[in-house]
C-alpha cells in the first residue's frame, strides 16, 4: 500500500474557502420599497414587479449554492422529486440562511407527499423572509387540504395583503369564500 502525502494546509484552505462561499448565501429581501410599489401596482404592471421581488429571493450570494437551486427545480421539472430534495437538502444544508432553498425544497417535499418536511421547510423559509408570499400560499394550500379552511383563508388574505395580484391566493380565497369560509363580517 502506497501513502499519498497530503498537503493538509491546502485541504484546510479548499474546504475553508467551500464553508466561507456557503456561509455567505443568506436569505435576499427583496427591498420594502419594492414591495410597497408591488402592493400599488395596476394590473398591468404586477406580473413585472413581482417577477423582480421574486429575483431577490433567488440570489443566494454564492454561484455554488446557485447552481445547487438550479439543480433541484431541474430535477423537479423533469419529475425527480428524489433528485430534487437531494440537491436542495445540499443547498439548505450548506446555506442555512437562503429561504428559497427551504422553499424550493418544500415544494420538492410536497410533491413526494412529505407533508411534514415541506411544512417544516415553509415555517423555516417564512422565519427568513416573512415576505415571501409564494411560501404563505403554499402554507395555505396544506392547511386548506388539512382542513383547516378558516386558517386557510387567514393566510390566503395574508398573501394578498404582499401581492395583491397573486391569482392563485385570490381563486382560492374566492373558493372558499363561495363555500361560506372566510367571510369578512
Known sequence: MRIIPVNLKHTVAAVGGFVLLAGMAVAEMA????????????????????????????????AAMDLL???GREAMANGDTRQAIE???ALTDHAPGFAEGFHTRAQAYYAANLYGPALDDLERTLALNPDNYNAIFGLAVMIQEFGDLGRAAEMYRKALALNPHHEDARSALEGLRRDGIGREL
Open 31 to 62: 427591498p420594502p420599497e419594492l414591495m410597497q410599489k408591488l402592493r400599488e401596482a395596476p394590473a398591468a404592471e404586477a406580473s413585472r414587479i413581482a417577477h423582480e421581488v421574486e429575483a431577490h429571493w433567488q440570489r443566494s450570494g454564492s
Open 69 to 71: 437551486l438550479s439543480r
Open 87 to 89: 440537491h436542495l437538502t
